[in-house]
């Protein structure tokens, strides 16, 4: 069995004081969790601070997102080499609400997965659909297209994560039902298979969009879904680790 994941993004949240205490509280928290791994993903002006909180535990750092040069006259913008130096192992990539505001196209998504990996760095690479989509019934060729896209030249696919995230469900309140979510991670999972053949087996795919203590031991009983990615519910403590320990207790 794949070993799970659930990773918080905290987008635009949380001063450096305020990054501190969650990430110290999630330390505490998951100190006895063995069979899975914890990822935090604070906003860049906390990367340093929350990473030498976490130091030496089991949760790892990542950042929201990066640049595919690794240097340059890209004002605003942070690059590999800088997530790699300041601790980071993981990166979120391609999320929904980058695309959507910062109109990143797949294309870009695909510079930074393979830019990532180039430096060591394990990506998140996230895929979803809009609600408009779904009404459609285009979900599949949606998620087709942006897997193909950002995978597009990437030969080793050991190191990437998948997180599957239905825009209509993000920050809404929605959550896809257990058989709506599991049917796109065998999708994905399909895909995957084509593309790499068994290498696919291994690749973690999570569910996210609305995921709370809650729904997530529906979610996480189905066989494709291999964890969660978090975005209200990490920034509080006990929501956080009770997702985190719902999905240790099943795994």
């Not at 809404?172 to 068994?198: M, N, P, W």
Request: proline share 2%; glycine share 12%; charged share 25%.
């Amino acid at each position: 069995m794949r070993n799970w994941i659930v990773a918080g993004n905290w987008k635009m949240h949380n001063t450096i004081g305020e990054s501190i205490a969650l990430a110290q509280a999630i330390k505490e928290g998951t100190k006895d969790i063995k069979n899975g791994e914890v990822i935090i993903a604070p906003p860049f002006t906390s990367l340093h601070s929350v990473g030498a909180a976490i130091k030496g535990s089991q949760v790892s750092l990542a950042a929201q997102n990066m640049h595919y040069e690794d240097k340059g006259a890209f004002t605003g913008e942070i690059s590999p080499g800088m997530l790699t130096d300041i601790g980071c192992t993981y990166v979120l990539l391609g999320h929904s609400e980058r695309r959507k505001y910062f109109f990143e196209l797949d294309e870009d998504i695909n510079l930074k997965v393979k830019k990532a990996l180039a430096v060591g760095l394990k990506p998140i690479f996230c895929v979803g659909e809009t609600e408009d989509e779904r009404v459609k019934g285009v979900t599949q060729s949606v998620i087709d297209k942006q897997i193909k896209k950002a995978l597009s030249g990437v030969e080793k696919i050991d190191k990437v994560v998948i997180a599957y995230e239905p825009v209509w469900a993000i920050g809404t309140g929605k959550v896809a039902t257990s058989a709506q979510a599991e049917e796109v991670h065998s999708f994905i999972r399909g895909i995957l298979k084509e593309l790499y053949g068994d290498d696919s087996q291994s690749i973690r795919i999570l569910y996210g969009g609305s995921v709370t203590k809650d729904n997530i031991g529906e979610l996480i009983d189905m066989g494709n879904i291999d964890g969660a990615l978090v975005g209200g519910a990490s920034l509080k403590p006990e929501a956080f680790l009770g997702i985190i320990w719902q999905i240790s207790g099943k795994r």
